[in-house]
């Protein structure tokens, strides 16, 4: 009895994040998975250059973002003009003009986490409720992963770690 009740308890919350109603909780809910993607990119970025990384999951399989945690790109205290430039967006719906970015200053880092933009010069939605419902709102499958854009538009390579973390909810494709 516990279990099932605990079931339909997790069940109910992961239908919030897919903006559903739960209308029998006696439905099947084989391969509904939650997985934390947490991406450390080590790579130099050189001086104007930039980082392109794609997240694709398995074949037969949905991700859906539940929760953005951490984005987190260090500060380049050498550089003397320019700015580093993060973007976030799936290639199914909202492509990368309808993703979110974040905008350091020349030196500065840019830094968000747990919902809310901590260090940065600018983010785009603008709007913090917008920009947490739109990555809310990222679907990847195999065809169409989730891909991150990493610019450094400064005058100095990025040799720091850049850091992103964000929940998923994976589901069955359907045929």
């Not at 250059?49 to 945690?69: C, F, H, M, Y």
Request: charged share 25%; hydrophobic share 35%; aromatic share 14%.
């Amino acid at each position: 009895m516990l279990k099932r009740d605990f079931s339909d308890i997790v069940y109910r919350a992961l239908a919030n994040y897919f903006d559903v109603q739960v209308i029998n909780s006696n439905i099947k809910r084989q391969g509904l998975k939650v997985l934390e993607i947490n991406l450390e990119l080590t790579t130099t970025v050189l001086a104007g250059d930039n980082e392109i990384i794609t997240i694709q999951p398995p074949q037969g399989k949905i991700w859906k973002v539940a929760r953005l945690i951490q984005i987190h790109c260090p500060a380049i205290s050498t550089a003397t003009s320019g700015d580093q430039t993060i973007r976030f967006y799936d290639t199914w719906i909202n492509y990368e003009g309808g993703g979110i970015e974040m905008k350091s200053a020349t030196t500065g880092e840019i830094w968000y986490g747990y919902g809310q933009p901590i260090s940065y010069a600018d983010y785009k939605p603008n709007d913090l409720k917008a920009f947490n419902e739109l990555v809310r709102n990222f679907y990847a499958d195999y065809d169409h992963p989730f891909t991150i854009k990493y610019y450094n538009n400064t005058d100095v390579d990025q040799t720091g770690t850049r850091r992103i973390k964000f929940i998923v909810i994976e589901f069955d494709k359907l045929s």
